[in-house]
């Protein structure tokens, strides 16, 4: 990320609305993702202490997801624990497939996600691609 100046008066202002600590349940992570999914909906490049709350948020999010030991599933099978972990719908993965009947197909097992899928829902996850083999 290279040195940035930042003022420490806005920083701390983000840092006082977002509260940002070592994530311990999923109610704090859902918290923590909708803070950063609020940066990430910005309609403009973010502001030097905006990257460095959006880097804090990434990586305690990472830690957190490190933490979940994910049971060795089929790629199906471990996308639905996923929504199923995070309230999500069917509806909610069509940026990761493009239409509904990928979707649909990957996650009734008919078809196995491809690469660009993979990288997809490990982006959308914040998982390792792994995750999804």
């Known amino acids: ?13 983000l ?9 311990e349940t999923d109610r704090e992570l859902e918290h923590f993702a909708d803070a950063l999914e609020a940066l990430d909906r910005l ?3 973010l502001k030097p202490e905006e990257k460095l709350l959006e880097a804090l948020l990434s990586r ?16 199906h ?14 509806a909610d993965l069509l940026p990761v497939f493009g239409s509904r009947s990928v979707a649909s197909d ?3 097992g008919k078809r196995e996600p491809s690469k660009s899928h993979i990288r997809k829902l490990a982006a959308f996850f914040k998982l ?6």
Not at 1 to 13: A, F, H
Not at 77 to 90: N, P, S, V
Not at 128 to 133: D, L, M, R, V
């Open 77 to 90: 099978r471990t996308i639905a624990f996923l929504m199923e972990q995070r309230g999500l719908k069917q």
């Open 15 to 23: 840092l006082s609305k977002t509260l940002p600590k070592v994530i």
């Open 106 to 108: 990957v996650l009734n």
């Open 43 to 45: 309609d403009r490049e």
């Open 60 to 75: 305690l999010i990472a830690d957190y997801d490190e933490k979940i030991e994910l049971p060795q599933l089929p790629p």
């Open 128 to 133: 390792s691609p792994g995750a999804f083999f």
């Open 1 to 13: 990320m290279g040195t940035l100046t930042i003022s420490p008066k806005v920083y701390g202002g």
